[in-house]
């Protein structure tokens, strides 16, 4: 029986999940939780009188959230290095979202501030993958 797609033995052959496409699953679920909260910031700023200096932080904070999720479900599905394999969904959300923002803001430079974001992005996928692969 294959059990959250982690690797098992069953009639004496080995099942394994194929990691690239659980890795793009998780991307996927990283992408659209992101896509939800960011809904969610819109609608919360239309209702309520919220200042709008808060957007940028309020979308870093869904950021963190969206890696550490789909790095807690990557690390959940493969049977080693799940700090790898999370920090690599960060690291990609990320480069994903510095590409989206070159090709719709082709004045927006790439400096120290996109290696910070990189950074950031890949520390919490780890931290989500390490929490995945031991819960």
């Known amino acids: 029986m294959n059990k959250k797609g982690r690797s098992s033995v069953q009639n004496g052959m080995l099942l394994t999940s194929s990691e690239p496409l659980v890795l793009c699953k998780g991307l996927l679920v990283t992408l659209f939780l992101s896509f939800l909260l960011l809904l969610f910031n819109t609608m919360l700023f239309f209702f309520f009188p919220l ?50 923002g070159i090709s719709l803001l082709p004045d927006l430079g790439l400096g120290l501030n996109t290696l910070t974001k990189l950074f950031i992005g890949f520390s919490f996928g780890t931290i989500g993958g390490v929490l995945g692969i031991n819960s």
């Open 51 to 100: 200042s709008e200096i808060f957007v940028p932080y309020f979308i870093f904070g869904f950021t963190l959230v969206s890696i550490l999720v789909g790095s807690v479900y990557i690390g959940k599905r493969v049977q080693k290095k799940g700090w790898l394999k999370g920090g690599m969904i960060g690291f990609t959300y990320v480069l994903i979202l510095i590409i989206l």
